[in-house]
């Protein structure tokens, strides 16, 4: 299918860790992207990671890329209630003369005091 | 960070009238995009450009126009607006020969 997938909730208690999953179909994409959307704002973006990686890690989080799946995941350690938000995973397509990021559906975190 | 910006963030509007949505990024990056995203929903590219005087319909069917007279500025145009234009539209920039796109506020848009 043409689609990015991801589940649309998850819900943790606060100190625990995170991980949103996020499936993707171009084997080519370069780039995969996690964005994170804050109620009324714009899109943040949080991350990237190349292709030929397998995991990159910046502060409390962890990018987990599974070429042969086609899976990826962000894991967020130590999750807080200002982590709650949507987060986007997005794979870079190339498509006619440029590049382009298609977008999964979003996950909501929820994070519990 | 990025410095890209968009006005208005909120507009209110009655059928018929034309509108102008603004985005503008000051960081000379040669590619711009116009992203709408219903309430809920993925994003979805309906315009972009590769740099001044270059524009390119995205993968999602809009009524909207765009025009890139200058490098920093990308604004998007709907000549009558409907309520089916009711949406969030989110504008994006990239350097040339770099895919990593950076995000505006967005723009909430309703029609009535």
């Known amino acids: 299918g043409e689609d990015v997938e991801q589940s649309l909730f998850l819900s943790v208690r606060e100190g625990d860790s995170s991980v949103i999953n996020c499936t993707y179909t171009d084997s080519s994409s370069t780039y995969l992207y996690w964005y994170k959307q804050e109620p009324g704002a714009g899109l943040q973006l949080l991350t990237y990671?190349?292709?030929?990686?397998d995991m990159k890690q910046d502060q409390r989080l962890t990018v987990l890329l599974n070429k042969k799946d086609k899976h990826l995941s962000l894991r967020i350690a130590d999750t807080q209630t200002g982590d709650s938000a949507i987060y986007f995973c997005?794979?870079?397509?190339?498509?006619?003369?440029?590049?382009?990021?298609?977008f999964g559906t979003g996950t909501l975190l929820a994070v519990q005091p | 960070e990025a410095d890209i910006y968009q006005t208005p963030r909120y507009l209110v509007i009655g059928t018929g009238k034309k509108i102008t949505l603004e985005c503008s990024q000051t960081?000379?990056?040669?590619?711009m995009y116009w992203y709408q995203q219903d309430p809920g929903m993925e994003l979805h590219l309906i315009h972009y450009?590769?740099?001044?005087?270059?524009?390119e319909k995205g993968d999602l069917s809009s009524e909207s126009t765009v025009s890139r007279i200058r490098t920093e500025h990308f604004p998007l145009t709907l000549e009558s607006a409907r309520p089916s234009h009711t949406s969030q539209y989110l504008c994006?920039?990239?350097?040339?020969?770099?895919?990593?796109?950076?995000f505006g506020p967005g723009t909430r848009l309703l029609v009535l």
């Open positions: 960081m000379g990056h040669d590619k």
């Open positions: 990671i190349f292709s030929n990686m």
């Open positions: 450009s590769y740099g001044v005087n270059s524009t």
């Open positions: 997005a794979e870079s397509r190339f498509g006619g003369a440029t590049n382009k990021l298609i």
């Open positions: 994006a920039s990239s350097e040339g020969g770099r895919e990593t796109q950076y």
